[in-house]
């Protein structure tokens, strides 16, 4: 592998007041950026998360950038931050493929705050993580974690939580006992929701992946249930799906809502088929490429909204259909 590029330079920008607007610009390049705080923890209804994840550098992909980018840009109030649950470049090895995904990024990366957990793509194929957390730094040190790869902030009412997929999450290791501590410090009277993402799903009815998180469950599903999570934000599966209420394998009304997000538009399309009949704790799923809106409205309710993006088809250009009525 052979990759010939400039430093990465990483600026920290302090301090910055909550919802306050800053403008920059970056030596050597002429347009100036925009971009608004999130407002700080604490009531700020109704506020707007952007989700995606499995992203990669297709015309879906740009599309589902785009859509974000719309989506956050008309927040009915406050924009919060873009979540993306994995999965970014697919540069796989191929560095100057992050160069590529951060350029199609920018619109939305340069004008909203995005924060991001690690998947598959981000530590194989030679990845190891390296590329991901030069160019992707989340606040552990501030959460007091000890790897970019898990870590929690506090936005608006919202209590963030990241988890590792593919780091050590049995009881004793450094990621679960960090759960642990970060759980029990959450104040819901100032972030009463709490939403936690990860990247391989602890649910889903796809024909792939097939309990590849069985372990991860069994792990921290309890954890999870006992502080109360909301919303748990996945990818890794190349559709959407959002399940009931579930703990244990089964629906559960205090349990909470799983959310697949693995429809960005990669390059390794959409993944089907579904597993028939659809079990009982799956409340839709949808083959096609999109992206999810988060909106919480107050302390108790929440709006999710999934719009598709594109799908894909046999005889489309690069099996890419961009047309609003199309279907995988």
Known sequence: ???DAPSIHTVVLKPLAS????????????????????????EAYPLLFGLTADLGQTAASEASVSKLRRMMAGAPVHAGVVIIAGDLAYAD?????????????????????????????????GEAWIGYNARYPMPHRESNSRSNLWWSREVGPAHLTSLCSYCAYH???????????DMAQVNRTRTPWLIVTLHVPFYHSNSAHV???????ASM?????????????AGHVHAFE??????????????PVHLNLGDGGNREGTTLPWLHPAPDWSAFREGSFGVGGLTLINATHAIFNWSRTACETQYAPDHIDLSPLCES
């Open 1 to 3: 592998m052979f990759y």
């Open 19 to 42: 919802g306050a607007e800053y403008a920059y610009s970056v030596a050597g390049d002429d347009r100036e950026f925009r971009f608004r705080m999130p407002p700080a923890a604490g």
């Open 93 to 125: 090895g191929w560095h100057s493929r992050w160069d590529s995904f951060s350029r199609m990024l920018e619109p939305l990366a340069a004008s909203h705050p995005v924060m991001t957990a690690g998947g598959n793509h981000e530590v194989s194929y």
């Open 171 to 181: 009881p004793g290791s450094l990621q679960y006992e960090w759960l642990l501590r």
């Open 211 to 217: 309990d590849e998180a069985a372990g991860m469950r």
């Open 221 to 233: 599903e309890g954890l999870l249930y006992a502080a109360g999570v909301d919303v748990v934000l």
């Open 242 to 255: 959002r399940t009931h209420p579930m703990h244990e394998r089964r629906p559960n009304r205090c349990g």
